[in-house]
């Protein structure tokens, strides 16, 4: 990225965003997936490297962070570098790589390291109106530093104008805004209702929604069909193959369904002799490089490999996935059946999208698809530069979805985007050590502030006080400053009541290697519904009760201070993997010993190891360092190092 900029013209949004940027606006993009947006942070990256300036990159997930980190390295290899908690691989690079976490941690906690930076990517910036982990962008928009210029990359949200107002309001500078409608690849849409193939919507609505009759059902308004015909998946793969719509993405709401459908395909080879050599050799090439030629799980996906289909979903092997996604993008793998994670930033288009559903979970039921997701991954379907347009095919259930749901999908205006402020207790305390009983003040900085009405705007306030009353009532605060518990809790994010309980009792500082492993391991796990919890050893069983007490302790003070939402629970269903694991047991045997996905227990080892290396960071003695640096290297090995997988 040293080298002159590209010599291709620049789409109008692209050439616009560039010049704002070439004269210090901070600017925010929205467009469509697959418009290009990533060419602008390219040229921010590419100028701040011409300058001699440094330069921030965040991404909503690991996966996506991993691969920009793999996209720069090779064009600026000596000047890039990744933080993700788990992975720290030359954490000072002028061109920085890192999960929105770690920067708001950095923001709130040690904003002097980032001085020398000057410019700040934040890549699907709508995610703020994510429900889990949107209060992290909204308090790192807050908090960044101010000598930092911004750069929003968004897909196309209708309410960009609020998110430009509130960050110029907040920071007291023009922000730039730049909207792109139109894809560069259009979309032609398809629906498959009751095994016929539609290319018209009404037309579909009106001959597969024909009948009057009507059940009761959770929206009141979803007619009952007395004969429904059931679309069958195999013939409309085989409908894009005759066709040459393929390579095609298949997107399915269940990790299991993508291996069924894959399955399904028995009778399909979508690759002719000279592809099929090829594919085999790239899948043993890269399975060698990633230490998985032994592994059961990429030995159960070869025979669909070579006929030209995969699957990838969170379940698998993190490795095993990044095979998935090479194979994909050689253009040898002709169908994926994957999770909507495959649409989320990852660069990997396709020519047809097939939505298997139209529903999914959201937080506390199914519904509808939100027009704004629907599009993210409809958005994969055409190749820039390779297709005239792209395929988008709707596998409809008359039983799911009702007429009118399905066309605000399709035809809808995106969602806007809303705030999910919820200042965590680590941002409370790192807040408190800066600006004492003043903090309340902070609150009307906040896009929660400048979108919701009074009365919410109080109902906030309120809230932001019964936990810091609750921090009061439990020690991390007295007479104004932070206790030793408090500066302790300060630094370990969204697990800070537990473990600066098992701190201030000076219960973590009794703890051994393994203890500590199945503490971390426990503290983080969130389990699946209807996972099973293995029987559990003697020291497994002692922590347990522990930490359970521990639990009721604070959930007691949680809710006399009136929170409704509480703090999480320990769940030990891994602690009979994770001692597996640090006794040294191979992976598969480990596998015996949980009800939960090969890729679900290499996940939370990592999120373990990060949790661990967090409290590494308190002031602990450095007696407990050491045996958490221990613990860390009985963990973070084989498919479980993540740093090892980035350097492959």
């Known amino acids: 990225m040293n080298s002159p900029a590209p010599s291709f013209v620049y789409d109008p949004f692209q050439q616009e965003a560039i010049d704002h940027i070439n004269q210090g606006y901070s600017v925010i993009v929205s467009a469509p997936t697959g418009a290009g947006k990533t060419v602008i942070a390219e040229h921010v990256i590419r100028e701040c490297l011409r300058k001699g300036e440094k330069v921030i990159y965040t991404a909503p997930i690991k996966a996506l962070s991993n691969q920009k980190f793999r996209d720069f390295q090779e064009t600026v290899p000596d000047q890039i570098g990744i933080l993700t908690g788990d992975v720290t691989i030359n954490g000072h690079a002028s061109v920085l790589i890192m999960t929105t976490e770690i920067f708001r941690n950095k923001v709130l906690e040690e904003a002097e390291s980032l001085k020398d930076y000057s410019w700040i990517i934040f890549d699907e910036i709508h995610y703020l109106d994510d429900e889990e982990r949107g209060s992290v962008w909204e308090e790192s928009l807050i908090f960044f530093p101010e000598h930092m210029k911004l750069l929003g990359l968004s897909a196309t949200i209708p309410n960009i104008d609020q998110l430009a107002k509130w960050l110029e309001k907040i920071h007291r500078r023009p922000i730039k805004i730049v909207q792109e409608d139109k894809r560069p690849v259009p ?10 193939l539609y290319e018209n919507l009404d037309r579909m609505i009106k001959h597969g929604f024909h009948t009057s009759e009507f059940r009761n059902h959770r929206s009141g308004r979803i007619p009952f069909y007395v004969h429904i015909k059931h679309n069958n998946s195999a013939s409309l793969i085989s409908y894009l193959y005759e066709e040459r719509l393929l390579p095609c993405i298949y997107f399915v709401f269940s990790r299991r369904r993508t291996e069924q459908l894959a399955e399904e395909m028995n009778d399909f080879n979508f690759l002719n002799l000279h592809e099929r050599e090829k594919i085999i050799a790239l899948y043993e090439e890269l399975c060698e490089r990633f230490d998985l030629t032994n592994e059961t799980s990429a030995y159960r996906l070869r025979p669909f490999i070579e006929r030209g289909i ?10 095993l996935k990044e095979v998935v996604e090479r194979l994909f993008t050689s253009r040898l793998l002709k169908v994926i059946f994957t999770t909507e994670t495959f649409a989320l930033g990852i660069n990997m288009p396709a020519r047809s999208v097939i939505f298997d559903d139209l529903r999914k979970f959201y937080g506390r039921g199914h519904a509808p698809l ?17 297709d005239t347009e792209g395929f988008v095919f709707c596998r409809v259930n008359p039983h799911d979805i009702a007429p009118d749901e399905l066309e605000k999908m399709v035809y809808g205006k995106p969602e806007r985007v809303q705030s999910q402020f919820n200042a965590s207790y680590a941002t409370l305390l790192n807040l408190y050590e800066h600006h004492g009983e003043k903090l309340y003040e902070i609150y009307p900085r906040s896009f929660h502030h400048f979108l919701v009405k009074h009365f919410l705007q109080e109902r906030a306030v309120d809230l932001l006080r019964a936990k810091v009353n609750v921090l009061k009532e439990l020690g991390h605060i007295r007479q104004g400053a932070l206790t030793p518990k408090g500066v302790f809790a300060s630094k370990v994010y969204g697990y800070e009541l537990i473990l600066s309980e098992l701190y201030d009792q ?5 703890l051994s290697e393994k203890e500590l492993g199945i503490l971390s391991v426990a503290i983080v796990y969130e389990p699946r519904k209807g996972t ?14 522990l930490t359970r007490k521990v639990k009721r302790f604070l959930h007691k003070a949680e809710r006399r201070g009136g929170l409704q939402v509480l703090s999480k629970r320990c769940y030990f269903h891994l602690a009979s993997a994770m001692e597996a694991w640090m006794r040294g047991e191979g992976f598969d045997e480990i596998l015996q010993c949980a009800d939960v996905d090969e890729g679900e227990i290499v996940r939370f080892f990592r999120m373990s190891i990060q949790i661990l290396r967090e409290i590494a960071d308190t002031p602990i003695s450095d007696e407990l360092k050491g045996r958490i640096f221990q613990a860390i290297a009985k963990i973070n090995h084989g498919v479980i190092d993540s740093e090892k997988q980035l350097r492959s």
């Open 532 to 545: 099973q919890k293995p029987q559990l050893s003697q020291t497994a069983d002692e922590l347990e009760s």
């Open 370 to 386: 939100k027009t704004r997701d629907f599009y993210q991954m409809a958005g994969r379907a055409g190749r820039r530069g390779i």
């Open 506 to 510: 000076g219960i973590l500082e009794k």
């Open 310 to 319: 995969g699957y990838h979903h969170a379940g698998m092997l993190p490795t």
């Open 187 to 196: 979309l032609h849409f398809f629906y498959q209702c009751q095994s016929e």
